[in-house]
């Protein structure tokens, strides 16, 4: 865990539809809210300003930024972001290892990048590039993809690894998605988890998703999975985590249900915190 | 001006994206039943996108909703703003033919916003005039006041 990086505890990414749920919620720590949706001339919603006003942590999280495209990054986009934050007082922002526009199309979605030693460089690049623009600290999720690029050279973890060795940003850890990831790759999800920079990690999304047509889709609208439950739990049997969140973003489910998994969430946290806690008294009693 | 590595890179990335949004061919080496499945996936998340942002659409096209707005979507990507707001203006743009209810959920758009490539911007005033089937409608949006729109018979 980095020194410098925020304890956050229970969050969940802030939705309109969710808002009076949320500002019913007792024990939350932070929101995370989608950069792009917010003007930077508007005020904001009411229901985010009041959370503020409880000493509840706002953090943007970009989506347009475009970290591993081939073009170096936009120093507007870059900035607004950057101006977001100081305005909701952020402790840091979030954006993405992916690329979401190329040849001059949007796509409005996150792509995965090919795990080469080329596009590590132009990837470290741009970061280094953003983070000379960013008044804060800048964390960087890891992606689900359906499919990965041929040619590989390095694997996801060492990439990331790297990644985080080589600039200042820190891990927003998507466990939905390496659950996802390893779902879809037939790997074993625990394993997957294991090999990532864990040291680096900033916060934690979690979400639920889907099976069909035999591929999981990380849909962010139904429960979350046992699995991914699972993979919290080994998470913070492993390290600290000092912020997870619930990503909800369609097919909004009830208050109590709401509450349920937000509940479920929490409980994993500190189950596996024990099992943390009880391994580190076993090794110092010895 | 790239270097030569970000240049590859571009077209590589750029091959990729026509083949998942612009119907372009999928690059070698890439597992196409895959590919196809995330290109699936873009096209539904932009109608659910649509449908949260919008509702009144899919309400008043009803089970056409999801047919018509999946076939504007294959030979339309998103705007250059990738605003939600525009893309449901664009669909309705491409539908034509249509009821006077979806003719003024256009007009509101038209009164409200404005797209440009960097972003969907909210107009301070407009003016929109519509002669429809069964009304015409003129809306006017102005700075404090708000908007006002009337309908008068169509004849």
Redesign the interface.
């Known amino acids: 865990m980095s020194l410098s990086s925020p304890q956050l505890g229970l969050g969940i990414g802030w939705r309109a539809p969710l808002a009076p749920a949320i500002a019913r919620r007792a024990d939350l720590g932070f929101v995370e809210i989608v950069a792009?949706d917010f003007?930077a001339g508007e005020k904001l919603p009411t229901s985010l300003t009041d959370l503020r006003n409880r000493g509840i942590v706002v953090i943007p999280h970009g989506v347009?930024l475009s970290l591993g495209?081939?073009?170096?990054i936009d120093p507007a986009r870059v900035k607004a972001l950057g101006e977001f934050a100081q305005r909701l007082q952020a402790p840091l922002v979030s954006e993405h290892i992916a690329?979401v526009?190329?040849?001059?199309?949007?796509?409005?979605?996150l792509?995965p990048i090919?795990r080469t030693r080329?596009?590590l460089?132009?990837l470290i690049e741009n970061i280094q590039q953003a983070e000379e623009l960013l008044p804060v600290p800048l964390a960087l999720e890891n992606i689900a993809?359906?499919?990965?690029?041929?040619?590989a050279e390095i694997d996801e973890a060492a990439f990331l690894a790297e990644v985080f060795e080589r600039t200042e940003a820190s891990l927003l850890l998507d466990i939905e998605n390496v659950y996802a990831n390893a779902r879809?790759r037939g790997d074993d999800p625990v394993a997957a988890l294991a090999k990532l920079p864990l040291g680096k990690i900033a916060y934690v999304h979690i979400a639920g998703g889907i099976e069909h047509?035999g591929?999981y889709?990380d849909s962010h609208a139904h429960a979350i999975p046992d699995g991914v439950l699972d993979l919290l739990r080994e998470l913070s049997a492993r390290t600290h985590v000092s912020g997870v969140m619930l990503e909800r973003d369609?097919r909004f489910p009830s208050e109590p249900e709401l509450n349920a998994e937000l509940d479920a969430i929490a409980a994993a946290l500190h189950e596996g915190q024990a099992r943390r806690v009880a391994q580190e008294f076993a090794c110092h009693s010895v | 001006m790239l270097t030569e590595a970000r240049s590859r890179l571009a077209q590589a990335q750029t091959d990729l994206v026509r083949a998942l949004v612009a119907q372009g061919p999928i690059p070698g080496g890439f597992d196409e039943a895959r590919v196809k499945a995330a290109a699936r996936a873009l096209v539904s998340k932009r109608r659910q996108s649509l449908m949260r942002a919008w509702p009144r659409i899919a309400k008043l096209l009803g089970g056409a909703f999801v047919s018509r707005f999946d076939e504007y979507a294959a030979s339309h990507p998103l705007p250059a703003s990738a605003s939600t707001l525009a893309d449901g203006r664009a669909f309705l743009r491409w539908l034509g033919s249509m009821s006077d209810e979806l003719a003024v959920e256009a007009l509101s758009f038209d009164l409200r916003f404005l797209d440009t490539p960097t972003r969907l911007r909210r107009r301070r005033w407009g003016i929109q005039y519509a002669r429809l089937a069964n009304v015409r409608v003129l809306a006017v949006r102005i700075p404090w006041l708000g908007e006002r729109w009337w309908r008068f018979s169509a004849n």
């Open positions: 792009e003007s347009g495209g081939a073009e170096p690329f526009r190329a040849g001059g199309f949007e796509t409005g979605h792509l090919p080329a596009m460089e132009i993809s359906l499919f990965d690029w041929p040619g879809n047509g591929i889709h369609d």
